[in-house]
C-alpha cells in the first residue's frame, strides 16, 4: 500500500480498521475537502468546526494501525 493513491488507500481501509473508524475517516475527509474547495456562495467553516475536525483526525491517527509507526 506504499505506492497506492489516497483513494484506493481509502478504499481498502475497511481491511485494515474498523467499519466505524472507517465512516469517521470518509466523514472528516469528507469534511476538510469540502472546507479547501471553498464556493464563495457557502460559508466557511468556523474555527469550531476546524478544532473539532482536528480533534476527529487525532484520534484516527491514533487508532489507525500504520499510524503507530
Known amino acids: 500500500m506504499t505506492r497506492a493513491t489516497g483513494?484506493?488507500?481509502a478504499l481498502c481501509l475497511e481491511r485494515?480498521?474498523?467499519a466505524s473508524?472507517?465512516?469517521q475517516w470518509y466523514?472528516?475527509?469528507s469534511a476538510l475537502s469540502a472546507a479547501c474547495h471553498?464556493?464563495?456562495y457557502e460559508l466557511p467553516p468556523t474555527?469550531?468546526?476546524v478544532r473539532?475536525?482536528?480533534q476527529d483526525v487525532v484520534e484516527l491517527l491514533a487508532v489507525l494501525p500504520?499510524?503507530?509507526r
Do not use: F, G, L, Q
Open 21 to 23: 473508524v472507517a465512516r
Open 47 to 49: 474555527p469550531a468546526e
Open 7 to 9: 483513494r484506493a488507500k
Open 16 to 18: 485494515y480498521a474498523t
Open 66 to 68: 500504520s499510524a503507530r
Open 38 to 40: 471553498h464556493h464563495i
Open 27 to 29: 466523514a472528516v475527509w
Open 52 to 54: 473539532a475536525w482536528h
